[in-house]
């Protein structure tokens, strides 16, 4: 397995506009990209489901549920990954979206021959969102390339973190 270094890039307008149009949001308020570069393949529903699993865990649960109050599914689902919604997918990504009362939220995840990527975009829908997203994104984005190396390695090693099985 290779693994290569992450690159990010964090703002609305840097995100570039190919992976920008994977979003459902009709604006686009925050926007970050992370680009792992490794020979790991995968489909992108595989990645997203062992990045997230199928049931949100307990960071997770905190994190989403709690400190963002995303409306996320109880039940594991073909339809769901970690409680979010499949939004939509192509060959190469997949889209989840989650929302709840001040915020709107997708997760891109984007798998190509050399490498995988995870896109955030956030559509602030209440003042709260401008004052609660802000540190909370310095803590996801120091955390997100672990994740995509995480991911990388149990690909890797044949493990899954999810029970439902992936198209």
């Known amino acids: 397995m290779t693994v290569g270094g992450t690159a990010s890039t964090v703002g609305t307008e840097r995100v570039p506009a190919s992976v920008r149009t994977l979003s459902s949001l009709s604006r686009i308020d925050y926007a970050d990209h992370f680009v792992l570069t490794t020979d790991v393949a995968a489909t992108a529903e595989r990645w997203a489901r062992v990045m997230f699993g199928d049931t949100p865990d307990a960071i997770e649960l905190f994190l989403w549920r709690g400190l963002l109050g995303l409306r996320l599914s109880r039940t594991a689902s073909a339809n769901t990954v970690a409680g979010w919604q499949t939004g939509e997918q192509g060959v190469e990504w997949i889209r989840l979206e989650a929302a709840s009362w001040f915020l709107a939220a997708n997760l891109v995840v984007q798998a190509s021959g050399d490498s995988v990527a995870l896109g955030t975009f956030l559509r602030y829908d209440r003042w709260l969102a401008r004052l609660v997203w802000p540190p909370l994104s310095v803590l996801h984005r120091r955390l997100v390339p672990g994740v995509l ?19």
């Open 149 to 167: 190396r995480t991911a990388a390695s149990r690909i890797a090693a044949g493990e899954v973190r999810s029970g439902v099985s992936t198209r």
